[in-house]
């Protein structure tokens, strides 16, 4: 009889026993499983994001990551700047690619002021009228009267229509590298159009200055 229940307690003490004694009792679910995978990937350098033509202002920026455990996650700075969408918005994480960019970054601030203070280069002629272009602006050096200007899409153009009389020679003027990369010029009964193709979307003031009128893009 004492044999007997001898190997009863026994039998109970080993079906009572846990599976892996190296795990506590209560935790084995809650402890996370890590692994000898490598999952290493080539360092961040640099990347480039291009901006479509209309963007001006940047609000947000917003990096998604995976952590460590696989998860993933967010991490946004909130920004309000104005931004030239000619140029990409660079991601960086190496200190030498940084130290390139804020020189490209200060060469090209440089670059904009000496612009913004260099002299209007003429990009297209025709009797009394020249236009005249630095950076976004546009000076329309003439003594005839502006009738009317209005903003075409598709692509982004300036119209300006002039009062004349006599019959202007049609002239189209092209050049890649400017802001205003197109100059049409035809005649009409009663006046003639100045068609200003632009190389992206923009707005525009009109106002009239001491030699004609002063178009400036934003």
């Not at 026993?17 to 490598?38: H, T, V, W, Y």
């Not at 009409?188 to 525009?204: A, C, I």
């Amino acid at each position: 009889m004492i044999r007997i229940l001898f190997i009863s307690v026994l039998l109970l003490l080993v079906l009572d026993a846990r599976e892996n004694p190296f795990f506590p009792s209560g935790g084995e679910k809650d402890i996370p499983i890590s692994s000898n995978e490598n999952r290493s990937k080539e360092p961040l350098k640099r990347a480039a994001i291009a901006l479509p033509a209309q963007a001006r202002i940047l609000q947000k920026v917003t990096l998604e990551y995976k952590n460590l455990d696989g998860t993933v996650e967010n991490k946004s700075i909130e920004l309000d700047n104005s931004v030239d969408w000619h140029l990409p918005v660079f991601v960086s994480q190496n200190y030498s690619e940084i130290s390139k960019t804020a020189q490209s970054e200060d060469k090209h601030d440089k670059n904009e002021v000496k612009q913004k203070d260099s002299t209007y280069k003429t990009i297209a002629s025709v009797k009394d009228l020249s236009l005249l272009s630095s950076g976004k602006s546009l000076k329309v050096v003439t003594t005839d009267e502006v009738l009317r200007n209005f903003l075409l899409v598709h692509p982004h153009r300036i119209v300006i229509d002039l009062k004349k009389d006599e019959d202007v020679k049609s002239y189209v003027k092209k050049d890649s590298q400017n802001i205003f990369k197109e100059v049409r010029i035809g005649n009409h009964e009663g006046y003639y159009r100045v068609v200003v193709e632009l190389d992206g979307y923009y707005r525009y003031d009109f106002k009239k200055v001491s030699d004609g009128y002063l178009i400036e893009l934003k």
